[in-house]
């Protein structure tokens, strides 16, 4: 089992940046995917990036595509999300999470088995 730690949240202007870091501990991390997620008020958890297992394959969703920038180092069992030129519909709990899998990539949140507390993000306008 894994444990995930988020950090880095807070309340920013909107055109604001911000860079969450997800810390794991446990199992092996350079093994598995690690994806970002977020959940605004009244809204289901949805899909943010995830990253590959070396770093080498990224997806992003629409919506923050060319903004939010995802990274990891695998020597840290530290995944990141730098998010630039934030927008009030930014607003959320942010969450990292693993895939359930080794070797897996996957944009899906039902594939994703470990989660950590979320880290709120506030953008104001």
């Known amino acids: 089992q894994v444990q995930l730690v988020e950090s880095g949240g807070g309340a920013v202007q909107a055109g604001g940046s911000l860079r969450l870091s997800c810390a794991a501990s446990?199992?092996?991390?350079?093994?598995?995917?690690m994806g970002w997620f977020r959940q605004a008020p009244g809204k289901e958890r949805e899909f943010v990036g995830c990253?590959?297992?070396?770093?080498?394959?990224?997806y992003y969703a629409d919506s923050v595509k060319d903004r939010f920038t995802i990274s990891r180092d695998n020597t840290k069992k530290t995944v990141y999300l730098e998010m630039n030129s934030l927008k009030p519909e930014d607003t959320a709990v942010y969450y990292c999470?693993?895939?359930?899998?080794?070797?897996?990539?996957?944009?899906?949140?039902?594939?994703?088995?470990?989660w950590g507390q979320g880290t709120q993000v506030t953008v104001s306008s």
């Open positions: 999470a693993q895939e359930r899998a080794p070797y897996k990539m996957s944009n899906r949140r039902g594939d994703f088995g470990s």
């Open positions: 446990g199992r092996t991390f350079s093994n598995y995917v």
């Open positions: 990253i590959s297992w070396g770093g080498g394959t990224i």
